[in-house]
């Protein structure tokens, strides 16, 4: 597995009362990041003595943490092949948990990234209002926990993301325009739901589009890439940066409200209160309005988006000008607004997710061609634009694995704080 954002430094830690906790994620870090490795590597690899290493990976192995792979034999060598210690973690998961305007979804990735539970489902957020929505994430989230737990999956930790503004000190969504939502508590409502007698996880909530970022910088982390500007098409237009591997969030985690730079030069009003947001010329909403009527059934918020939508792809396929006009309004739009994302960021590399992702066979070549138009100097270098690979559920992967982070830092700790199965 590629690396993950932000990962601690990869020198033993020296702190006597620290020193066996910070060295069992050290250990685990070093195999996520870098894939099986044998003892005798790990112990180069970070400077602790073999005999540590052995009982290190005893400890882990103990956990159900790592285990012992295929041998690996060093190139040229001669003799006996040596053991390789990989990540292992199929008994426990992290849970990712995404309210977006038209769907709730939840995932279960396992330490080593597999999917253990995967559910969506169709949901009008904005009309359900706060507690019908939160009884659609109880009655999911109750089906993860449920089906892993039954799996012999232990839930490390729970994350709930929401598109807006999320205090995680309150576990509310302080703002979230486009649900129709403002200061609303959503940790301990949920853990209501559940009642004393249904130990949960530890339950964290964040912005969807910062933690869906960290699942596209996973994704491409492995392959170098260290600086990432992401922008991806919902009812709202979100997005995140990485900047030399670390995320950007900014000095009150507000940063990367990418859909309100007013850039459209129709005065259309947005949910925000102003009018001319970038998310009034490319969100989902613009979109549907460019390419329907009101009644048209790709509108029906109680019909998988992904499914409404291939509907709208198929009618582009036929050649339909109404569809193929919208999409060349979306695609003009988008260039606009990544070519000034990557002027202000200077990405190696531009990924589209959400709708955007869905329509990529019409909108990459368009946006790409505006960024080597547009960009103001175009000859440093080319940044490149891709679709998504993970579609609609970057959010909630990335939301499993914020979860599972407290493991790699801690792993006896986080085992110990999460209910037993
Ligand atoms: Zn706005």
């Known amino acids: 597995m590629p690396k993950q954002p932000g990962a601690a430094a990869r020198t033993p830690v020296t702190d006597r009362s620290s020193i066996r906790p910070g060295n069992l994620g050290l250990i685990l870090r070093r195999l996520r990041d870098d894939g099986p490795r044998s003892r005798t590597a790990l112990a180069a690899d970070t400077g602790l003595p073999k005999a540590t290493i052995s009982s290190l990976v005893t400890e882990l192995a103990d956990l159900g943490l790592v285990r012992e792979g295929d041998p690996q034999r060093g190139e040229g060598a001669v003799g006996r092949p040596r053991l390789a210690v990989e990540l292992d973690g199929r008994g426990v998961c992290g849970i990712g948990v995404e309210i977006n305007a038209d769907y709730v979804a939840a995932i279960a990735l396992d330490l080593r990234g597999r999917t253990v539970f995967e559910r969506r489902a169709a949901a009008d957020v904005p009309a359900l209002g706060a507690a019908g929505t939160l009884d659609v994430v109880g009655r999911l989230t109750a089906e993860a926990i449920t089906q892993t737990r039954s799996a012999g999956i232990r839930p490390l930790g729970m994350t709930i993301a929401a598109p807006g503004g999320a205090d995680p000190a309150t576990g509310s969504i302080t703002t979230a325009v486009n649900l129709g939502w403002r200061d609303v508590p959503v940790v301990a409502p949920l853990r209501e739901r559940f009642g004393a007698d249904v130990p949960l996880p530890p339950i964290a909530i964040r912005n969807d589009a910062h933690v869906a970022t960290v699942a596209e910088y996973v994704a491409v982390a492995g392959a170098g890439v260290r600086d990432l500007l992401y922008v991806t098409g919902?009812?709202?237009?979100?997005?995140?940066?990485?900047?030399?591997?670390?995320?950007?969030?900014?000095?009150?985690?507000?940063?990367?409200?990418?859909?309100?730079?007013?850039?459209?030069?129709?005065?259309?009003?947005?949910?925000?209160?102003?009018?001319?947001?970038?998310?009034t010329m490319v969100g989902l909403g613009a979109f549907l309005d460019h390419a329907t009527d009101s009644g048209d059934i790709v509108r029906d918020p109680l019909t998988?988006?992904?499914?409404?939508?291939?509907?709208?792809?198929?009618?582009?396929?036929?050649?339909?000008?109404?569809?193929?006009?919208?999409?060349?309004?979306?695609?003009?739009?988008?260039?606009?607004?990544?070519?000034?994302?990557?002027?202000a960021f200077d990405p190696e590399l531009v990924v589209l997710g959400g709708y955007f992702t869905q329509f990529a066979d019409y909108l990459l070549e368009p946006v790409q061609r505006a960024i080597d138009e547009r960009i103001l100097n175009p000859s440093t270098g080319r940044c490149e634009v891709r679709p998504s690979t993970h579609r609609y559920t970057s959010t909630v992967r990335g939301g499993a694995q914020f979860a599972l982070e407290p493991?790699?830092?801690?792993?006896v700790g986080t085992i110990g704080r999460s209910p037993a199965l």
């Open 407 to 411: 493991v790699f830092q801690d792993p």
């Open 234 to 279: 919902e009812m709202g237009v979100g997005g995140g940066v990485y900047n030399g591997g670390q995320p950007y969030h900014g000095a009150r985690g507000r940063a990367c409200e990418f859909g309100h730079m007013p850039i459209n030069p129709e005065p259309v009003a947005c949910p925000c209160g102003r009018v001319g947001c970038w998310e």
């Open 304 to 343: 998988d988006r992904e499914r409404r939508l291939a509907e709208l792809h198929r009618r582009a396929e036929s050649g339909d000008e109404r569809t193929l006009g919208a999409l060349r309004e979306i695609a003009a739009g988008l260039g606009r607004g990544v070519a000034l994302l990557v002027d």
